[in-house]
């Protein structure tokens, strides 16, 4: 996992939990606690987390340092080729579910040359992409915007979703480990999650290889929910992202099916 990664998902994970230790992290982040250490006071550095005894605290929220906006340029072309991969798996004629996510926005770009779908939306930058789009019926989900985020979340967007059926769910997720699944890093993301996966016939999870392995703070589903997992190819070299090949090994023992992009 390179580093500026490696401090986004740190950042994300004290935020989510508004505290959380350095034992901890470093479970989480599959790496030794003294570069755990060494990231908290990074991070403290940057003004984002202040370091407490055995770990660190929040001093800003979630929503102000690390929406979308922040981490819309981490590994672009990755994440391009991960959306590519993943249209590829949609078969022109589907109603789809589209997640909120900087991944899925590149979905939403290739999901074009997979016309005509019906699209459901949980991102305001996915129906940004899509809008008035030939051979796209866009369908925004509602709820309440998150801030930073930009996704579609709450009481009303879940009463929505439970209203249709969908033949495909593209699911972004924070993290996904062998022992806890899929998880994420919001109480609203996951909530909106796990009601996706209830109403589609099939869920496609996709992910840059930096979040096998990661715990993130609330559990979406088990490992075996989802149908088919879309990650890059990096995700299998153990030199680079040492819980990696473990994680997809218990992923494939589960059910899943894993494409390499």
């Not at 987390?49 to 690390?66: N, Q, Y």
């Not at 866009?138 to 967007?157: K, M």
């Not at 033949?167 to 899929?182: C, E, K, L």
Request: net charge neutral; charged share 25%.
């Amino acid at each position: 996992m390179g580093v500026a990664n490696r401090l986004d998902l740190t950042l994300r994970l004290v935020q989510g939990a508004g505290r959380v230790s350095v034992a901890e992290l470093s479970h989480r982040l599959g790496v030794s606690e003294m570069t755990v250490r060494r990231d908290l006071d990074e991070l403290e550095r940057q003004g984002l987390v202040k370091r407490v005894r055995g770990g660190a605290v929040a001093t800003r929220s979630r929503d102000e340092e690390a929406g979308f906006a922040a981490r819309e340029g981490w590994q672009a072309a990755t994440k391009d080729r991960l959306g590519r991969a993943v249209a590829e798996l949609v078969e022109p004629g589907s109603t789809v579910l589209l997640d909120a996510g900087t991944t899925t926005v590149h979905v939403a770009e290739h999901l074009l040359a997979r016309a005509p779908l019906t699209v459901a939306v949980l991102s305001l930058q996915a129906a940004v992409r899509l809008a008035d789009r030939p051979g796209i019926r866009l369908l925004v989900i509602g709820g309440q915007s998150r801030p930073g985020e930009r996704s579609l979340v709450g009481p009303l967007a879940l009463r929505a979703l439970t209203a249709m059926a969908f033949d495909v769910f593209v699911m972004s997720i924070g993290g996904v480990q062998a022992q806890h699944g899929w998880s994420e890093f919001s109480l609203e993301d996951a909530a909106v999650k796990q009601t996706g996966l209830a109403q589609a016939s099939r869920t496609i999870a996709v992910a840059d290889a930096t979040k096998l392995g990661v715990r993130a703070f609330s559990q979406v589903a088990a490992a075996g929910a989802v149908d088919t997992f879309v990650t890059d190819t990096a995700a299998d070299d153990a030199a680079t992202h040492p819980k990696g090949p473990e994680t997809l090994s218990a992923l494939r023992d589960a059910g899943v099916d894993i494409v390499l992009a």
